[in-house]
């Protein structure tokens, strides 16, 4: 049972474009949340984290929102770059592991 | 400083066989944590071992095992190999045990079972 859902499973951006993605989960017990970038034949790579007592933090062109009430998270990806076209996993952890969304492909048209 | 050293990158192995596949960690990283991705399943937690223990075991049989030895490298080995065991198997090591917040993935073994 995935933990954490995520949504689109896949999107397609124009250059300068807004990619946005979301994410749900029901444990109420995480913690941390971060967002993961992976390119083909690559591992993840850490893109952005957030705890849960801060409702918005921005590094660069990505940004995570987050709504504890609600118990949703979301990635923004602005003035988005063919080069940012990969795949995006949002994740929760409270311990030890993570668990990790479906996961998001992508692509960012010229 | 070099990243996270998986080996080989690419196997094909048949059914019932069994596969040890290694992670090398960061340079003074000691916890290796072990993840599967497959397409339906996405991102699964196999476990995590550090100073020679597995300390953390995901939902996983039994013919799924590790080791990991003094020098922080890990193994981990499939046993009676089936078709769903085709898999991106990922390490991602990090500095201390649990340790998530500094995980770095390694590039993975993609194992595809025939």
């Known amino acids: 049972q995935q933990q954490v859902k995520q949504s689109p499973q896949s999107l397609i951006v124009q250059k300068g474009g807004i990619s946005i993605i979301n994410c749900a989960y029901e444990?109420?017990?995480?913690?941390?949340f971060p967002w993961y970038q992976q390119f083909p034949g690559k591992g993840p790579a850490l893109l952005i984290a957030i705890r849960p007592d801060v409702s918005e933090k921005k590094e660069g062109r990505f940004t995570i929102s987050f709504n504890k009430s609600a118990k949703q998270f979301s990635l923004h990806i602005m003035d988005s770059q063919p080069g940012d076209s990969a795949t995006y996993f949002c994740a929760a952890s409270n311990d030890y592991k993570l668990s990790f969304g479906a996961g998001t492909t992508v692509t960012v048209r010229a | 400083k070099a990243g996270v050293t998986q080996t080989p990158r690419y196997l094909i192995k048949t059914r019932g066989q069994q596969v040890t596949l290694s992670c090398s960690p960061i340079?003074?990283?000691?916890?290796v944590s072990w993840y599967q991705q497959t397409p339906g399943q996405g991102l699964q937690f196999l476990f995590e071992?550090?100073?020679?223990?597995?300390?953390n075991k995901g939902n996983f049989p039994g013919r799924f095992s590790g080791r990991q030895f003094s020098n922080s490298r890990s193994e981990m080995n499939v046993s009676t190999l089936e078709l769903g065991d085709s898999a991106l198997y990922l390490c991602a090591s990090s500095p201390q045990m649990g340790h998530i917040y500094g995980y770095t993935f390694g590039s993975g073994t993609r194992l595809t079972v025939v």
């Open positions: 444990n109420t017990a995480f913690d941390y």
């Open positions: 340079s003074g990283h000691r916890s």
């Open positions: 071992y550090f100073s020679e223990t597995q300390r």
